[in-house]
């Protein structure tokens, strides 16, 4: 209880995990709800007839959104792993 009213342990890593859980089912809500307006905007912009290439690069897209949403929080989640195994280093010398 002491290294979490002095800050040597933080929450905020449990509170990343719940927030990438948050934003994934977020991003995966929206795509779904508005894929029709996406699919209408990308034929008037790109005058595609065929839309398989839209929907593919649709896929695409979210895939993508859902990989650097993941990659994101990894970079800051390792930053606090980071951080602690060198409170562990410190401790030990």
């Not at 905020?12 to 089912?25: D, H, V």
């Not at 897209?61 to 990989?67: K, N, S, T």
Request: some cysteine.
């Amino acid at each position: 209880m002491l290294d979490f009213l002095t800050f040597n342990s933080f929450i905020t890593p449990k509170l990343l995990i719940i927030a990438y859980y948050f934003g994934l089912f977020f991003i995966t809500a929206l795509f779904f709800i508005y894929k029709r307006y996406f699919l209408s905007k990308f034929i008037e912009l790109f005058k595609i007839k065929n839309k398989r290439y839209i929907w593919i690069f649709l896929i695409l897209l979210f895939i993508c959104m859902q990989i650097c949403l993941r990659v994101f929080f990894e970079i800051i989640i390792a930053y606090f792993d980071i951080h602690d195994v060198l409170y562990e280093i410190k401790d030990k010398i």
